[in-house]
């Protein structure tokens, strides 16, 4: 089935330490997107990609970096400059227009929750 | 910039009676609208969206929204919920050019038995 695929659902990590969260997907779209999950805080942009081999920051990219050499693999590191990296982190992609607009939804990963101990 | 404003952080709401989750955009330019839904320890998933056309959209469990430009709002609402509509629902807001998406701060519906 076409889909999102995140791994590992659950990770932990000790302070000082860099994580790697994974980001598949087989759904051919253009455009993924890493974002963070807060309580009461909703979704914040972390990185988004457009394209293979480009990517752009977005509201909340301090502590972060991304990688995009395929298009369909998004992998998030989580930098031990991130000072406060526990959270959900939510992976999604969408399939931009011929001319980079909008044309529907972001589709979801089922998400990793990173904790450090 | 454009922001999304969900007005209620929680909405506790008895089974079979009517629910609307209340949802502002700022914007000066055309948006999509969204409503994705999730349940714990998942990701969201897409309840329904307005991209251009009839205003009210609905989605295949009961859940309709109307796009009201001159209130530049897209309340969610269900006449008659459900134990299984117990979910956060959070409201989105993409502008047609430039590909990214801005959310609310979702709203914590709780169907009450």
């Known amino acids: ?117 | 910039a454009q922001s999304v404003t969900q007005l209620d952080s929680q909405v506790p709401v008895f089974e079979e009676a009517p629910v609307e989750l209340r949802c502002n955009y700022s914007s000066s330019v055309s948006v999509y609208l969204f409503w994705y839904v999730q349940y714990p320890n998942q990701g969201l998933q897409l309840l329904l969206k307005y991209l251009s056309g009839s205003t009210l959209v609905k989605s295949i469990n009961g859940f309709e929204a109307e796009f009201n430009k001159s209130q530049t709002s897209f309340h969610l609402r269900k006449p008659s919920v459900h134990i299984s509509d117990t979910a956060e629902y959070f409201c989105a807001a993409g502008r047609n050019t430039g590909n990214q998406f801005y959310f609310g701060t979702g709203t914590s519906l709780t169907v009450i038995p």
């Open chain 1, 1 to 117: 089935d076409g889909g999102i695929t995140q791994s590992p659902k659950y990770l932990f990590r000790k302070e000082g330490q860099n994580v790697t969260l994974s980001c598949e997907q087989n759904l051919n779209h253009d455009a993924m997107y890493w974002y963070r999950q807060d309580p009461g805080q909703g979704l914040r942009l972390i990185y988004y990609s457009q394209i293979v081999n480009d990517f752009q920051k977005g509201d909340i990219a301090e502590g972060y970096s991304v990688s995009r050499e395929k298009k369909e693999s998004f992998p998030l590191t989580v930098t031990s400059a991130q000072k406060n990296p526990t959270a959900f982190y939510l992976c999604a992609s969408s399939q931009p227009g011929l001319a980079g607009e909008n044309t529907g939804e972001l589709f979801f990963g089922e998400g990793s929750r990173l904790t450090v101990l």
